[in-house]
């Protein structure tokens, strides 16, 4: 008989090298299993060796028996369950790794693997828990383990008090820095994790996890150009990951490079075709690039593989196309009762509803639903009105005729970007659709670049203890310009046919105007105004995906809308002429001497296809995607008018506005 401690000796060379030389290790057991036939250990290494070598079939007849025997060996129930994970049997691998990690709650990768195996059955809810887990249980140092337990919990507060203290006196610790950044990011602060994962790969720059996280945070902001080519270096390390190919998808479709998303969405849902979430970012770019009924599909199919469809719905009612049936209607009012839906569900399930009880004509009922979505998405985002008038008077406090006067010549000269501003739902993806209908321009989408460039501006002057934007009197020539050009090179990823001219539709940028006129001087500026009560209440029964959190009360959008007026007053007043003013009613009134008069003001020349705008084949990712592939109609103009007994909110928040708006 062999002696003892060559056997054991054998077992952990075995073992040491499964990670890495799987057939080396499965010689060395043989050697074992020679002398000790039925010894669990070897048995258990000779069935991981076999699966890492591609045998799954031959690994499940070694380890099911195993697992059977030793119900309580958490190795043997974790390797059961990523064998049968292998061969397809998602059921039996669920069960054997919740066993496992029912016995070790730190076994990291047992997590990993049920996360993985949750994600492919499609329940991303289960998969998000087991991520979670994963990231808790891979936390080593006894010190970080309770911010890991908070975060784990969803107790960010404590998280973030627990890990802050560590870091007074451990400043260089990357991990307890991804775990910092970690909760700024599930906080929705992504300008803060963005810095965070940033200097935690100054101190860890081999940590993927980061890396990723980074991208994310890139994603989050929009900011697809960054994180594509950090992604793209994670997929040369694993090209197989669906982490990776999902956030590249986002980050490509961010840039408008859309054959590339498609691609990745495609393959993507053959190897997940149970993921709803999937096929719901899939519907989302079928709608971009105007494949409507394809869209539409793609979102029932998310609807029908959901535990909480209201996304998938809200998706088909934010089309304006699909109407929804009794059935439909029926799963909505169930899925609204249901006391253990999440709070963003549940917004989606009331938009939704509100849209079929629109179309139905039941005003009230629709009404109300809006509401209740509206009350939701404002508890959950921090807005104060009085903080964006502030800032409307700052900005017209430094930007003077004077301020101007004194720095003619400042700025990039380029006459190349169109910016389109005004409140959402007024007209701009109209606007942008008849001018991108010219040889000469190329529409783009709402681009974040001017908001961050304002951002990193005003954190500059923080840093400086000077007030923002009072800090730009300070640039130089030199410094405005090159501002200016950093804009057109920061958005030259969103421009892919080479056209001289490009827009920027971002409406909110009408809270940057200052800035825009200092650093691109000769740059085009587009009023996009429709009546308050009109685009008012279109943006109330908007759910956005993200952004514009004034509109989910009816007072902030009046102040809001004041507030947009008074900006655009100023400007006429300083700089007169420098902006042009598109009224979405006279547009939809008298469309061909409003074009004439918008390609006048561009310095275009007309083009007859400006008016069969309807025609250009181009994506669109806003929720008008729909309208300007069709002609002009009216139909849309007075729809606010069968809500008008519950509108007295905004209407109060007006003010004059209400009456003076077109001046």
């Known amino acids: 008989m062999a002696d003892p401690s060559f056997l054991n000796s054998a077992i952990d060379r075995a073992a040491a090298l499964l990670g890495t030389h799987p057939a080396r290790a499965e010689r060395e057991v043989a050697i074992v299993l020679k002398a000790l036939p039925n010894d669990p250990r070897a048995l258990l290494i000779l ?8 045998d799954a079939k031959g690994a499940r007849t070694i380890i099911e028996p195993l697992a059977r025997a030793y119900p309580r060996a958490v190795r043997t129930q974790y390797e059961y369950g990523v064998v049968l994970a292998a061969l397809g049997d998602v059921r039996g691998a669920i069960t054997a790794l919740t066993q496992a990690t029912s016995l070790n709650h730190d076994l990291a990768e047992a997590w990993r693997a049920l996360g993985d195996v949750l994600f492919l059955s499609g329940d991303i809810d289960g998969a998000e828990v087991a991520y979670a887990e994963l990231a808790r249980a891979s936390v080593i140092n006894p010190a970080l383990k ?5 975060i784990c919990a969803g107790d960010l507060n404590l998280a973030d008090t627990l890990l802050r203290a560590h870091l007074k006196h451990h400043q260089q ?3 307890a820095l991804r775990m910092l950044a970690e909760v700024a990011m599930r906080d929705q602060r992504f300008e803060d994790a963005e810095v965070l994962f940033a200097r935690c790969l100054e101190l860890a720059p081999k940590d993927d996890g980061a ?5 994310e945070t890139f994603v989050r902001q929009q900011n697809g150009v960054s994180a594509i080519p950090i992604l793209k270096l994670l997929r040369q390390g694993d090209e197989a990951d669906a982490a990776y190919r999902n956030l590249l998808a986002a980050a490509y479709t961010l840039t408008g490079q859309d054959d590339e998303a498609l691609h990745l969405y495609e393959a993507l849902l053959a190897d997940f075709p149970k993921q709803a979430n999937i096929w719901m970012n899939y519907g989302h770019l079928l709608r971009a690039i105007g494949r409507s ?3 539409m599909s793609a979102y029932r199919r998310s609807a029908a593989l959901s535990k909480a469809p209201g996304d998938a719905f809200w998706s088909l009612a934010n089309m304006k196309l699909a109407l929804f049936s009794d059935e439909d209607i029926a799963v909505l009012r169930d899925q609204a009762a249901r006391i253990d839906l999440l709070d963003e569900d549940r917004a989606q399930v009331r938009y939704a509803l509100g849209k079929a009880l629109e179309d139905r004509g039941e005003y009230a009922a629709s009404f109300e639903n809006y509401q209740a979505g509206a009350a939701i998405k404002r508890a959950e985002r921090v807005y104060s009105a009085a903080d964006t008038t502030s800032k409307v008077r700052k900005a017209a406090e430094t930007f003077t005729a004077r301020f101007f006067a004194e720095r003619t010549g400042f700025g990039s000269p380029t006459d190349e970007p169109i910016f389109i501003v005004g409140l959402p739902r007024s007209g701009s993806t109209l606007i942008e659709q ?8 190329e529409g783009t989408m709402e681009l974040p670049d001017i908001a961050q460039l304002s951002r990193s501006l005003e954190r500059a002057a923080e840093e400086a203890q000077k007030a923002y934007p009072q800090s730009l009197t300070d640039l130089s020539a030199t410094e405005a310009r090159l501002l200016g050009q950093t804009f057109i090179d920061q958005t030259q990823a969103h421009r892919h046919i080479g056209r001289p001219r490009f827009i920027d539709k971002m409406p909110n940028n009408f809270l940057y105007l200052g800035l825009i006129c200092l650093i691109l001087p ?4 587009i009023d996009a105004r429709r009546h308050p009560l009109g685009s008012g209440f279109s943006s109330f029964k908007q759910l956005f995906a993200q952004g514009q959190a004034f509109s989910y009360d009816l007072t902030d959008i009046g102040l809001y809308y004041r507030d947009y007026v008074d900006v655009m007053r100023h400007f006429d007043q300083v700089l007169p002429g420098r902006v042009h003013r598109v009224i979405y009613e006279d547009m939809v009134e008298d469309t061909d001497a409003e074009v004439r008069r918008l390609l006048d003001y561009c310095g275009l020349p007309f083009e007859e296809g400006c008016l069969r705008f309807y025609e250009t084949n181009r994506t669109v990712r806003t929720v008008s995607s729909e309208q300007v592939r069709r002609p002009i109609f ?8 069968n809500f008008e007994p519950w509108l007295d909110p905004l209407k109060a928040a007006l003010g004059p506005a209400l009456e003076t708006w077109r001046d």
């Open 146 to 150: 309770p911010a890991a337990n908070a």
């Open 173 to 175: 610790d990357a991990e």
């Open 293 to 295: 009924q394809d869209a």
């Open 434 to 441: 008849i001018l991108a209908s010219h040889s000469l321009v």
């Open 47 to 54: 069935a991981s060796a076999r699966r890492r070598l591609g």
């Open 522 to 525: 000769n740059a085009k500026i």
């Open 634 to 641: 009216r139909d849309g103009i007075d729809q606010w008018r």
């Open 211 to 215: 890396r990723f996280s980074l991208a």
